[in-house]
Every structure is written in C-alpha cells, then in structure tokens.
C-alpha cells in the first residue's frame, strides 16, 4: 500500500485533490503515510480523525484531512488548500460538493487477512485497478 | 515554582468544549464546561461552522458564569489565558479573540498557550479536596480522543516527549471499535459499560512490539472490524467491549511504567479524557505500585477539556515574566514547548495553596 502510494504520487502536483475511499480500518492513513514518506516527511503521520486537518511542509506541501467526525464541511476552510496543496481527504462523503478535478483512491479489504484491493480512478476518466496488494505494515507490528 | 497569584481568568475553546475558568495561584475557583456534545448528536457529528458558532454563543455566558461561581468581579481580574494552538481554526479564535479584548478593554496581560501544556499541569490544580501536585521531573501518560503522548515533564515548559502513537489515538481507539460494534457514542464510555459483563476472551493486536515508547492502534481497528464482520450474529458484544477496553488499557499502563522506569521517574500523572477510564486507572495503578512509582490521576474534571488547566499553563508563564501582544495567532498544529533554555526553577510554592 505505502510503496502504491510512492508510486502514485509521482502524478500529484501541488494543486491536485485525491479522495481516499474505504471503509474503517482498510488503510486510508496508511496510504497518506506512503504518500508523505515518497515526499521525504520524516516522523509520524497520525489520524487527523480528531483535528480534522493536518498539514505537512514537504514539497508539494500537503493537506491530510479526515471528516469521520463531521456530518457536513461547512466552515473548514478546505476549499483554501485545494489550489497551494495535494490535498489527501478521507471520508470525502461528508465534502457535499466536491472541486472539480479530483482523483479517487479506493481501498477495499481482499480476501486474506493483509490483502487489500486499491483502485484509482483518475479525474474524469476511467478506472485503472491494481493488483490485489499486500499490506506493507510497519516491521515493528505485531498480529 | 510560582504561580501568578491571580485571580486570572482562562479560556479554552479548542475543540467541542467552551470553558472558562478563574484561579487563584493553584486553586481553581471556579471550572465551567458548556459542551456541545447533544449538538453533535442532533447534527449527527461536527459541522465546523456550527461549531465555531456554537463557541460564540456559548462564551460570555460560560465567562459570565466563571466569574459569578468564583465571585470575582471583572474588574478585580488581573491577567487572561487563552489556549491558542493547536485546534480548530475557528474554534480558537473565539477564544483569542475573547481574551484580546478583555485584555484590552482591562489593561490586564494575556498570554497564549499549549492545549497539552494544560494536560500536562493539570495534576497541580487544587479543587474540591484534591491537592497533590507532582514533583520534577516525572513522566505523564497523556491520552485523549486526539492525543496519546508520553511525556517526560522536566521542569514547567520543558517537556520532552518519550513515545506518541504513529497513528490513531487511544481514545479514537474505543470510539472507533465502539462504532464498529454499534454502541452509541461517547464510545469510551459505552464501552466501558458493557465490559462490566464481559470476559475479555477475544485476542487483539497489540501495536508495535519491542522496544519502543510509541504507540499504534490502526491495526487493532482493522481487527475489530474483521472480529465484527466474521462473528456476526455470535458476536458477544459485552465479551468484545471488555476485550477492546484490556487490550487498550493494558498496552497504555505497560508502556507508561516501563516509559517511567526507563527515564528513573518515580512519580506518573496521567491525563486527559481517557483517564476518566476505571479500568485504565486500576491497571495503572496496579502496575506502578509494582514498581514502586507513585500515581497522580487528578479528578475527571480536569482530566476532560477544561480551563483549569489552561490557567495553570499560563499562570507560571505570566509569573516568570511571560507575555503575549495583541498579534497573537491560533494554529492548527503546533510542537509542544520544549524550549530546553527555560530557567530552573526551586520547588513548589504552596504559599499560594
């Protein structure tokens, strides 16, 4: 999943608006460390669930939010990043309406207990899906 | 240390709780919480317009009250703390923008501080009956919705940060497990409550093993959602709640007394919203005791997001000299302090006790 990610984010300038779709625990984090990783940001990358919006000095400079917590986005300030950063989102349902070009990574469980099925549709066209990919998870993790 | 004698007034409006407070030295005065839990419940989660909204209604009233329960007027305040990073943008400005114009309007100082600063001093607040600050330096586990930190207090304002979860929070961590098994929120709290009944006989991935201080809970949400998924109608709700509550406690308790040991603290504190966890304080303290480390766990009101401990953080800054101007900003992300060149500082004073 981190290494997809490093791969991906080759195609992302500053400006670009990526979706992450999935359900709770599929790795829509994990997939945004992958990305800020292949960026050289060092250090951890947590849920922004609780502060909604995390922002990264790397170069593109990126925007990490999450909407779980919120029923609408009304008031967030999002729209002020979509031009200056690569804007990772989870929970994107939550957006209402969306900007227009964006790009939209599905994550989805496979069958096996790591596998994870990641597709990305690119704006305004259609969908190329990935290989069934094994999770990479941190070394130090257990279970 | 010292503290400013006071009476200061402080605010916090960093998340979903609007609060003000006043101190006198250590002892809080007066504590309010408006929260706007029952709004998130009638929106079904945050609508950050709303919220920032909700903090402006919410304000004077909250000061107002601060004020009366501490039967301080206005004009006898002799200094304003504001929490000012990090949190919500709009949030924090209600806040700032409060303090800034008591400030001016009572040509009294004002200072901005660290939400976590006020975690970390929180175990220093004297109220209703508790009294019993720690000493320097020791190590507070510091956990909540948003945060799980462990942080080795040296001194006030130097902070040295042992080991931090790499991603979920602990908190998230039972909200999250919660929702997936269709308990209601506060998850913390559901959760707690049906583990009364339960065994805790399913096995959970514990985050990152070896030797380490941080802390990771993405994985153990991904289990208890294939645990959910693959029991189905066997799930034992109650057995799964009291799992979720000891794999999580037992993970904090151990790293914490093992981030005491490693650092020779013999005092821990532990703060924040998932301290109000019986559980968690029962393990904590089974384990410290073990190790000969006293445990400080300060009362649930100061453990949830208030303003007594925001006081607190700035009420030492202001006696050392500290101040902000009328350019003070709010951020959204911020490094707790750590500012290594702090000078030392002698004991507690209990004068102001």
Redesign the interface.
Known sequence: MRLLAGEWVKRWPAGTVVLLDG?????K??FA?GVLEALGHVG????P???????YDTDPPVLHADLY?????????LEDYFDTHLCLIEWPD?LGALPGQVWRVKIE?GEG?SQRVVTLLKPGLGAGTSQPAPSV??P???? | MIWHEGPLLAIESS?DETCAAVLRGRRVLSNIVASQADMHER??????????RAHVDAMLPVVQDALSHAAVGLDRIGAIVVTNR?????ALSVGLTTAKALSFALRVPMIGVHHIEGHLLSPFAVIDGYNDPPNFPHLSLVV????TELVHVLAPGRYRLLG??????A??AFD?SA??MGLPYPGGRAIQERARAGKPRY????????D?FDF?F??F??????LVEKEGDRLNIDDLASSVQETITEVLSARAVAAAESVGAKTMTVVGGVAANQRLRERLAELAARSGIRLIVPPIELCTDNAAMIGLAGSWRLAVGQRDDFTLDAF??AELPADADEPELGPIDESFA
Do not use: Y
């Open positions: 359900p709770m625990g599929a790795g984090t994990t460390r951890a990358v947590r849920s669930t609780f502060n909604l919006l995390h922002v917590r919120l029923s609408a986005a009304s008031g967030l300030g939550r469980f207990e998870g941190d130090r993790m257990e279970g | 998340c929106w079904g989660g945050v609508v950050p317009e709303a919220a920032a990090p949190g919500l943008i709009g909540s919705g948003g945060h931090q979860s790499i991603d979920d929070a908190g998230e999250k929702r997936l096995a959970l991935p514990r985050g990152l093993k070896g380490t990771s993405a994985g949400k991904t289990a208890v959602s294939r959204p992300n």
